[in-house]
């Protein structure tokens, strides 16, 4: 992997800082280049040599996120552990409740979505023989996965947005017990 300069990567840091300042009060979609640019201190000409719109500084934003999340979380589980590593997630979920509302706000119907289907995919299906694995196509893999990393979404944008009191552990419990049972 190449390493940027260090100018480059302050650069975008500003960007990056200035954008999330700005999303507290607004959208993506709302944020003009000129505005970021002013907010970052920044001219437009360096902006478009690392970006082309507002959106595309998100994005590197997210992806920074989910390659810092993805570290946290990147073991496979097993149906014993799965109450502390859901109590893990929602934790870091809190903990970074700010950014992952902004995520979540400015999100298309894939973006962030795609995160939870990743980790569910990658820690509960890969290297392991369950029923998911042996018994369906990929085709049906996928669209399981595309289900439950869709009601992880859900779970976790209706907690934060709605201000339900629940802990961490108390979400775990109700996702593991969720999961558990045959509710469809």
Not at 30 to 51: D, W
């Amino acid at each position: 992997m190449v390493q940027e300069n260090q100018r480059i990567t302050l650069t975008k840091r500003l960007l990056k800082e200035a954008l999330l300042r700005l999303l507290r009060t607004s959208t993506v979609d709302k944020v003009s280049i000129t505005q970021l640019c002013s907010e970052a201190s920044v001219n437009r000409g360096t902006f478009y040599r690392h970006y082309e719109y507002p959106r595309d500084v998100l994005l590197d934003i997210e992806k920074d996120f989910l390659e810092y999340m993805s570290k946290q979380f990147d073991y496979a589980v097993s149906p014993a552990d799965k109450q502390q590593y859901f109590e893990n997630m929602f934790g870091f979920m809190l903990e970074h409740a700010d950014l992952i509302k902004i995520f979540i706000k400015n999100a298309s119907d894939d973006d962030f979505p795609k995160m939870f289907e990743k980790l569910y995919s990658h820690n509960f299906l890969k290297g392991r023989q369950n029923h998911i694995s042996n018994d369906f196509d990929e085709d049906s893999r996928f669209l399981l996965t595309s289900f439950y990393a869709g009601g992880i979404y859900f779970f976790l944008k209706f907690w934060l947005f709605h201000d339900i009191e629940k802990t961490p552990k108390e979400l775990a419990a109700l996702f593991v017990e969720i999961s558990n049972k045959d509710f469809i």
